[in-house]
């Protein structure tokens, strides 16, 4: 992977959709990843799409990549406060031994 | 393991002393990565092992920083005359040789704050 952008911040209120959105410059990525880090904790994953698929969706996640943009979003359905941590998108390609290359972070606050 | 372990989860330096931060992968995860989360930034690759081949350093970021890798399984960060520059949270991840989608697994981190 190569540069990775994302916004830095997102302000939901609970039930709502939250859109989170990503961008990458390596056309080579083979899996593009969302990883979800809570306060005082390390990285998670929370769902990854392929590099040949469009669209993921997993329960309240929802994966859409347009790779002729070299975009990817995050959706999640029905935001909770649980929701509220920083979301890191991430590309990887199997050439590069899977070295991540990972954007800023979007922290997510969701209010009542 | 259970999870990848690190310790120590935070570590306070005074500027120009060594520090070594260390890492336990899941067991039998051949591939062990070292991020550097900078406060209000993304995560920097440092380094990366993978089985019995030469390690990928072209992260560090200077010849203060090393890494090791000993029979495969723990590894240790080492900074050499640690600037404040270098406070981060130092994270590690591993993951399997094969049958994955690349999905590394994290430890927590360790603090590091050089005064």
């Known amino acids: 992977g190569e540069d990775v952008e994302q916004s830095l911040f997102l302000s939901v209120r609970e039930g709502d959709s939250s859109v989170i959105n990503c961008t990458y410059t390596d056309s080579s990525s083979t899996y593009l990843y969302w990883y979800k880090q809570e306060p005082g904790a390390g990285l998670q994953l929370l769902t990854y799409?392929?590099?040949?698929?469009d669209m993921k969706q997993d329960q309240r996640l929802t994966v859409l990549l347009n790779k002729k943009d070299k975009h990817l979003s995050l959706r999640i359905a029905d935001t909770q406060t649980g929701d509220s941590a920083i979301y890191f998108c991430a590309d990887a390609s199997l050439s590069n031994d899977y070295k991540l290359s990972f954007g800023a972070g979007t922290t997510v606050t969701v209010r009542a | 393991g259970a999870g990848v372990s690190q310790s120590p989860s935070n570590k306070v330096t005074e500027k120009g002393k060594d520090v070594e931060l260390r890492c336990d992968p899941i067991?039998?995860?051949?591939?062990l990565y070292w991020y550097r989360q900078s406060l209000g930034q993304g995560l920097e690759f440092l380094i990366y092992f993978q089985g019995n081949s030469a390690p990928d350093k072209s992260g560090l970021p200077s010849d203060r920083f090393s890494a090791e890798r000993t029979g495969g399984s723990v590894s240790t960060l080492t900074i050499q005359r640690t600037q404040q520059e270098d406070s981060a949270v130092y994270l590690c991840a591993s993951r399997p040789l094969a049958g994955n989608t690349g999905e590394l697994f994290f430890g927590e981190g360790s603090r590091l704050t050089v005064l």
């Open positions: 799409i392929f590099s040949n698929m």
């Open positions: 067991s039998g995860h051949t591939a």
